[in-house]
């Protein structure tokens, strides 16, 4: 079974940085891309960034030039580096990977249970 555990948030006032790290573990063959989304109370989840294992990024308009995704395929790890951290940005944020689990399997999406970012002063 796949599990995906996140790690890094915390509380942070308006202006200051947070890493996030998520590592994946158990059964897997490949994986094809990992990213990160974030769901803020009452909100729907959206996608913040993603990486495929080709190295291809994509971010949300509104954090790009301050939000850095980047990964560790061989560790089943990728990050997000979140700077000039605003008010908006507080969510649960959520790990996702897109994977197989053998050869022969389909991709499929797994998620972590994610992890508070707070940002306030």
């Known amino acids: 079974q796949v599990q995906l555990v996140e790690s890094g948030g915390g509380l942070v006032q308006p202006g200051g940085s947070l890493r996030l790290s998520c590592a994946a573990s158990?059964?897997?063959?490949?994986?094809?891309?990992m990213g990160w989304y974030r769901q803020a109370p009452g909100k729907q989840r959206e996608m913040v960034a993603t990486i495929t294992s080709g190295g291809s990024t994509n971010y949300a308009d509104s954090v790009k030039g301050r939000f850095t995704i980047s990964s560790d395929f061989a560790k089943n790890t990728v990050y997000l580096h979140m700077s000039s951290l605003k008010p908006g940005d507080a969510a649960v944020y959520y790990c996702?990977?897109?994977?197989?689990?053998?050869?022969?399997?389909?991709?499929?999406?797994?998620w972590g249970q994610g992890t508070q970012v707070t940002v306030s002063s």
């Open positions: 996702n990977a897109d994977l197989r689990t053998y050869y022969y399997s389909p991709q499929r999406n797994y």
């Open positions: 158990g059964i897997i063959f490949s994986i094809n891309a």
